[in-house]
């Protein structure tokens, strides 16, 4: 009779575990995988919307202009010296604001000051 019921204990005890087991991976899943492919699409459809023009931080924190997009790279123009022109990955830039929505935040400055940004 006892090893009827220690049987039945431990089928019980295996069940639990299994049970820990899968509240552990939705644990992991919600709090750790799923945020970063979230994280990953956002980055990947933020580097495909990248058009000239566009103001980028790098990872380095350089701000730059982008001159040029090509497949896998990028040539971006940092400071005000028109020599400084870097081709550089475009898995290298961590911020992007579109050239459009600068100029809208201006919209009350006056238009000279616009013109010296657009250079």
Not at 16 to 38: G, W
């Amino acid at each position: 009779m006892n090893s009827i019921a220690a049987a039945a204990g431990a089928g019980n005890g295996t069940m639990i575990m299994v049970i820990y087991m899968i509240v552990i991976v939705a644990i992991f899943y919600f709090l750790l995988i799923r945020p970063q492919r979230n994280e990953q699409k956002r980055v990947s459809a933020m580097l495909s919307n990248l058009e000239v023009g566009d103001s980028v931080v790098t990872t380095s924190g350089f701000y730059g202009v982008v001159l040029d997009v090509t497949e896998e790279d990028v040539i971006v123009e940092f400071g005000n010296n028109k020599n400084c022109r870097i081709p550089m990955r475009k898995t290298a830039i961590a911020e992007v604001e579109k050239a459009d929505s600068a100029v809208d935040s201006t919209a009350g400055t006056d238009k000279k000051s616009v013109d010296l940004k657009k250079k």
